[in-house]
């Protein structure tokens, strides 16, 4: 796939210019009486402005027209799956798995339209909690930006590659990479077919790269992995510019009569990145037991306890197995956390079937699971030599320390859910005995 010109690095201050426009950014002041070529200078600010520098972020934008230029936000109805409302459904405990959603195939339904929120908790009013969406949709947004005044987008695509315009310049992911778009940042996403793929979204803080501890200064997901967009405008002009903004985790709707991707230049350390994820270092046992998922975690957003975080994002990625004297797939569980798992590729380790790519599952707070009965007692009998486990496979996590609630279309009007899911425990054997 032809791609975009991208830079490099996690959290790095960077400074980008559109080849069009040499020397569009001002040097040694950010607020120049007049910018060149006519720009108008707009900073956007992704923590307060006295936050310490470790945890200070924020860009200038030099763009052809301030984003202030627009008619007043009014509802928008077109996404009726979004939703914020913790409260539709009654509490439930129970293992849950869906078999994959559905991407439409009649009539036009674009990446805004195609959200639909499976579960989540807490309140973008104050701050704290996050919310799971998955996409669902086939057609390109057209004159159309959104972005997220509540929080953090980490989009995992599944099926189908996302072309995405940003104020920062344009992106490109397929499945296996990901890509996070902060609070406030306009996008618009162009697809091709088909295209499903799962959304976490943070309210409380940004995603940031896990510590190594005694791992060390290299390994997991590396800072040169990460790439960020570098400047493109378009100097675009038409009758009507829809742009969406989720508030509250309502969405509105301001048109204007301009693209809204009109940055020339722009400079700072507040900007979207992409990650492929076949590029993460994978650690784990050389010898025995089984490591906990956090050894996979790709990135994280922390909470204010530490070691806690709101939501981190894990990866279960193709690695070569080879503990000695161990069960080596995953443990039987019940977590403090809650477990909100999807399949981008392939096959997950722990379960034989029923759960497949553009499907999920859920193992909420202190919910038993494991491996099903074919899993388990495969494992236990297998001859323990060095192993390539999932090949060609590609699940992943998103760990809360949230309770989430289920959504009404989740639990019931996807008709995704798996009834039947419980069944994969129920024939587990009892093979306790105390002597022969
Ligand atoms: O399948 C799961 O539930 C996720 C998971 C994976 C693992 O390797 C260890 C613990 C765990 O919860
Ligand atoms: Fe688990």
């Given at each position: 796939?032809?791609d975009y010109?991208?830079?490099?690095g996690?959290g790095?201050y960077?400074?980008?210019e559109?080849?069009?426009?040499?020397n569009?950014?001002p040097e040694?002041?950010n607020?120049?009486?007049?910018?060149a070529?006519g720009l108008?200078?707009?900073?956007l600010?992704?923590?307060?402005?006295?936050?310490?520098?470790t945890?200070?972020?924020?860009?200038?934008l030099?763009r052809?027209?301030?984003?202030?230029?627009?008619?007043?936000?009014?509802?928008?109805?077109?996404?009726?799956?979004?939703?914020?409302?913790?409260d539709?459904?009654?509490?439930?405990?129970?293992?849950?798995?869906?078999?994959?959603?559905?991407?439409?195939?009649?009539?036009?339904?674009?990446?805004?339209?195609?959200l639909?929120?499976?579960?989540?908790?807490?309140?973008?009013?104050?701050?704290?909690?996050?919310?799971i969406?998955?996409?669902?949709?086939?057609?390109?947004?057209?004159?159309?930006?959104?972005?997220?005044?509540?929080g953090?987008?980490?989009?995992?695509?599944?099926q189908g590659?996302l072309?995405?315009?940003t104020?920062?310049g344009?992106?490109?992911?397929?499945?296996?990479?990901?890509c996070?778009?902060?609070?406030?940042?306009?996008f618009?996403v162009?697809?091709?077919?088909?295209t499903?793929?799962y959304i976490?979204?943070v309210y409380d803080?940004h995603?940031?790269?896990?510590?190594?501890?005694?791992?060390?200064?290299?390994?997991?997901?590396?800072?040169?992995?990460?790439?960020?967009?570098?400047a493109?405008?378009?100097d675009?002009?038409?009758?009507?510019?829809?742009i969406?903004s989720?508030?509250?985790g309502?969405l509105?709707?301001?048109?204007?009569k301009?693209s809204?991707?009109?940055?020339?230049?722009?400079?700072?350390?507040?900007?979207?990145?992409?990650y492929d994820?076949?590029?993460?270092m994978?650690?784990n046992?050389v010898?025995?037991d089984?490591?906990?998922?956090?050894?996979?975690?790709?990135?994280?957003c922390?909470s204010?306890?530490?070691g806690?975080?709101?939501?981190?994002?894990?990866?279960f990625p193709?690695?070569?197995?080879?503990?000695e004297?161990?069960?080596?797939?995953?443990?039987?569980h019940?977590?403090?956390?809650?477990e909100?798992?999807?399949?981008?590729?392939?096959r997950?380790?722990?379960?034989?079937?029923?759960?497949?790519?553009?499907?999920?599952?859920?193992?909420?707070?202190?919910?038993?699971?494991?491996?099903?009965?074919n899993?388990?007692?495969?494992?236990s009998?297998?001859?323990?030599k060095?192993?390539r486990?999932?090949?060609g496979t590609?699940?992943?996590?998103?760990?809360s320390s949230?309770?989430?609630?289920?959504?009404?279309?989740?639990?019931?009007?996807?008709?995704?859910l798996?009834?039947?899911?419980?069944?994969?425990?129920?024939?587990?054997?009892?093979?306790f005995?105390?002597?022969?």
């Open positions: 796939m032809s010109k991208y830079q490099t996690f790095s960077f400074s980008s559109d080849p069009r426009c040499p569009s950014l040694g002041q607020s120049p009486q007049k910018c070529y108008y200078a707009e900073q600010s992704g923590s307060a402005f006295t936050a310490p520098r945890e200070n972020t924020k860009s200038w030099y052809i027209r301030p984003s202030v230029i627009h008619e007043p936000f009014k509802r928008y109805e077109e996404a009726v799956h979004l939703t914020r409302n913790w539709e459904q009654h509490p439930n405990p129970n293992q849950m798995r869906w078999n994959p959603f559905e991407i439409p195939t009649s009539g036009k339904i674009d990446f805004v339209q195609g639909h929120t499976v579960c989540g908790a807490g309140d973008a009013r104050s701050r704290h909690g996050i919310a969406h998955v996409y669902l949709c086939n057609s390109s947004m057209e004159n159309k930006a959104m972005y997220n005044s509540d953090d987008f980490l989009i995992v695509p599944q590659i072309d995405i315009k104020e920062f344009r992106l490109k992911i397929a499945p296996n990479q990901i996070v778009i902060q609070q406030g940042i306009r618009s162009d697809v091709n077919g088909p499903r793929g976490l979204e803080n995603f940031k790269l896990p510590d190594l501890g005694p791992i060390g200064a290299n390994g997991l997901a590396n800072p040169r992995d990460f790439e960020t967009p570098t493109w405008f378009e675009k002009e038409v009758d009507e510019y829809k969406i989720k508030f509250q309502a509105f709707i301001a048109k204007q301009h809204p991707f009109d940055v020339v230049a722009w400079h700072g350390n507040y900007a979207p990145f992409r994820l076949s590029k993460f994978v650690i046992s010898s025995f089984h490591c906990d998922p956090s050894i996979f975690t790709v990135l994280t922390p204010s306890r530490p806690t975080a709101i939501a981190d994002f894990v990866i193709p690695r070569w197995s080879v503990q004297h161990t069960f080596r797939p995953p443990y039987y019940r977590n403090c956390m809650s909100f798992m999807g399949l981008i590729l392939g997950y380790e722990a379960k034989e079937s029923g759960f497949l790519p553009g499907g999920a599952s859920l193992h909420s707070m202190m919910t038993p699971h494991g491996p099903d009965r899993c388990f007692e495969g494992a009998n297998a001859v323990l060095a192993e486990i999932a090949d590609q699940a992943f996590m998103f760990e949230l309770s989430m609630a289920v959504t009404k279309w989740g639990e019931e009007t996807c008709q995704k798996d009834k039947s899911y419980y069944e994969c425990w129920q024939s587990l054997q009892k093979h005995k105390i002597s022969d």
